[in-house]
């Protein structure tokens, strides 16, 4: 017996040995080739198929020389750590290349010809906080013959976008030029210069451009076009119009005729436009309300239509909020924080977004004309509907309490392709004549060789949103140029519909990973159900409140004239009455909040345990069940 245990001994100490020795060799094996296994659901760490396109297509030798700061005692332990993950990624990146990538790792001491070499190459070094006169370098550059493209700092925050920015360099090295996007706006979207007046006062002055310009910038010449302009000029191959507010019909027939030699064209048009909403003043400390925006003789043209005074309201992508600052939140239903559900899994635009900001968007309807196909990109649900503009703004708790479900899902952004025809039949439409001058010879500017047709399929993507693309629903700032860190989808989506109109379309998968978000929607469901309680208890109490003033008020009223002002028995008793109802309620209230409360928390309690004890969990198991059939089978021996 004594021999026998000895024996399965000595075999499990081999056998644990062995499988130690495999482990240790496939992992070295791995670690030669860079092999891993992604299994996240998104396939996060695995290159895109567009990057491995971009990389395998390559057929001149690009050299890539990654500047990093090796001083232990002044490189960050993040940065260090980080460093090491853009390594690793380069490498990855050397296996698809064919041999054209060639990767060089510059350490930039003080003084070293290597320091010289990131400057050449606009490689920034970077002060350290708190720590006087330390600078660091993070940096990459790539070169393909005469030509250079940089990634002056590889700061961590923007490690979703990391294969991103890799490509899209080497991308950019591999092209002559870059193509044209321009950018037309009512809004400050190019950012505003200093005034001189102010810098002589000492006051700061301008604001930067908006994070999508300057993002877009790093891929394309962005050209700012005047909504006063009557012609888009011919080397502009995608236009991004953001809230045209005003748009004339000079400016439509532009647009019309940019469409229809083949231009690309991106509106964002808006029924209420907060980021247009002027500061507060003296005389007026609401501000003035926010503006609309439309195109509606060319959405008429394509058989579309713009609400532009009604924005969409869904309580499946509602949230409680608070604008104001110490302001209890509350549910805004005209905020939607847009899911999968509301999101085109299908297209190549939209497929790994989930997680987008509207806030306060519209909607479009209508069937598109003939020869036109519309695809539909972004949609609320269908416990959706219209609500009046003004009152959203207004009293927005008011419309979730009063709020009605329309049974059908918006469209809030869509997308126009095929043989566009002009939404301007007449020709170019008449200039509005100057005082003094004859009507007649406004008629003579109409020009009598405007395009009919489009000669090939165009495209036209339409948002019912432009504050989707501002600052402060896309990014979260950190105080510093060019810092920042993606809140959501947005600006990843409308760089990924740039370049699939106007660049290299396989750039679209990178991007497109840029955020994802997986949000507990069992709670999420828990919440509206309990929201919806509320409401009704919210609506009970005020139907209870206004009866019993309705009641006081009819009281008064037959009060002799002397004693409005004096209450009488039945009107107390009415008031006591109402006050000890109130309270109940509010109770109710407080007992219904508490138990959603803890309903929320077991749940949330529930699925971490699962994800941190789970698969330790299952491995005991599995062990114990192995354990007990092999005693068995020996015992059987």
């Known amino acids: 017996m004594s021999q026998k245990r000895n024996e399965t001994l000595i075999y499990s100490t081999v056998g644990v040995a062995a499988m130690l020795l495999i482990v240790v060799a496939l992992n070295f094996i791995f670690s030669l080739t860079n092999a891993r296994i992604d299994l996240t659901a998104e396939k996060l760490y695995t290159l895109s198929d567009g990057t491995k396109e971009i990389l395998g297509e390559l057929d001149t030798e690009i050299e890539v020389r990654l500047y990093a700061t090796q001083d232990e005692k002044v490189m960050p332990v993040q940065l260090?750590?980080?460093?090491?993950?853009?390594?690793?990624?380069?490498?990855?990146?050397?296996q698809y290349a064919n041999g054209n990538l060639v990767i060089r790792k510059l350490d930039p001491e003080p003084d070293s010809d290597a320091e010289d070499s990131a400057r050449l190459d606009g490689i920034e070094a970077q002060p350290l906080p708190n720590r006087f006169g330390e600078t660091v370098y993070l940096g990459v550059a790539f070169s393909m013959l005469d030509r250079t493209s940089s990634l002056p700092f590889l700061t961590p925050n923007r490690e979703q976008l990391l294969e991103y920015d890799l490509t899209r360099a080497i991308s950019q090295v591999n092209k002559a030029s870059k193509p044209v996007v321009g950018v037309m706006s009512s809004l400050p979207v190019m950012g505003m210069a200093m005034n001189p007046m102010m810098m002589r006062m000492g006051q700061q002055g301008g604001t930067p451009p908006w994070v999508l310009i300057s993002e877009l910038q790093r891929d394309f010449e962005v050209r700012e076009v005047p909504l006063t302009t009557e012609k888009i000029d011919d080397d502009i191959g995608v236009l991004i119009v953001m809230h045209p507010k005003g748009?004339?019909?000079?400016?439509?027939?532009?647009?019309?005729?940019f469409v229809l030699r083949g231009g690309k064209l991106i509106a964002m048009l808006d029924p209420m436009a907060i980021?247009?909403?002027?500061?507060?003043?003296?005389?007026?400390?609401?501000?003035?309300?926010?503006?609309s925006s439309t195109l509606d003789t060319l959405?008429?043209?394509?058989?579309?239509?713009?609400?532009?005074?009604?924005?969409?309201?869904?309580?499946?992508?509602?949230r409680e909020l608070s604008f104001q600052r110490g302001r209890p939140p509350e549910l805004i239903p005209t905020f939607l924080f847009v899911g999968p559900d509301g999101i085109n899994g299908e297209d190549v635009a939209t497929s790994q977004l989930d997680d987008l900001w509207f806030p306060f968007p519209g909607s479009f309807s209508g069937t598109p004309v003939d020869g036109l196909t519309q695809t539909i990109l972004i949609s609320s649900t269908e416990t959706s509907s219209h609500v009046d503009g003004f009152m959203a703004q207004l009293a927005p708790s008011q419309i979730a309490k009063e709020f009605v479900a329309g049974g059908k899902k918006l469209p809030l952004a869509i997308r126009l392709a095929g043989?566009?025809?002009?939404?301007?039949?007449?020709?170019?439409?008449?200039?509005?004549?100057?005082?003094?001058?004859?009507?007649?010879d406004a008629d003579k500017g109409a020009e009598s060789d405007a395009l009919k047709e489009s000669k090939e399929d165009g495209v036209v993507v339409l948002f019912g949103d432009v504050d989707f693309a501002n600052d402060n629903f896309s990014v979260q700032q950190f105080g510093l140029p060019g810092l920042f860190t993606l809140r959501n989808g947005n600006?990843?989506?409308?760089?990924?519909l740039t370049e699939q109109l106007g660049g290299d379309s396989r750039l679209i998968g990178a991007r497109s990973r840029a955020t994802m978000n997986r949000p507990f929607t069992r709670i999420r469901e828990m919440q509206q159900v309990a929201e919806k309680n509320?409401?009704?208890?919210?609506?009970?109490?005020?139907?209870?409140?206004?009866?019993?003033?309705?009641?006081?008020s009819s009281l008064q009223s037959q009060k002799q004239d002397g004693q409005r002002f004096v209450l009488s028995p039945e009107q107390q008793e009415e008031l006591v009455r109402f006050q000890e109802r109130a309270v109940e309620v509010n109770k109710e209230l407080k007992v219904l909040r508490r138990d959603l409360r803890k309903d929320v928390d077991a749940m949330e309690n529930r699925l971490k345990l699962l994800n941190i004890a789970g698969m330790p969990a299952l491995v005991i198991v599995v062990g114990i069940v192995s354990a007990v059939m092999k005693r068995k089978r020996t015992a059987a021996k």
């Open 80 to 94: 260090k750590t980080y460093a090491r993950r853009v390594e690793a990624l380069l490498r990855e990146y050397a």
């Open 247 to 257: 748009a004339t019909d000079a400016l439509q027939f532009a647009l019309d005729q």
């Open 275 to 291: 980021v247009d909403q002027s500061q507060q003043q003296p005389n007026n400390p609401m501000g003035s309300p926010p503006s």
């Open 299 to 318: 959405l008429k043209g394509w058989g579309l239509a713009f609400e532009s005074s009604k924005v969409v309201a869904d309580m499946n992508f509602a």
């Open 419 to 440: 043989r566009f025809k002009t939404a301007f039949p007449d020709g170019k439409p008449a200039a509005e004549p100057a005082a003094g001058d004859d009507p007649a």
């Open 491 to 496: 600006i990843p989506l409308v760089q990924a």
């Open 534 to 552: 509320y409401r009704q208890k919210i609506e009970d109490l005020e139907k209870e409140r206004q009866d019993a003033q309705a009641k006081i």
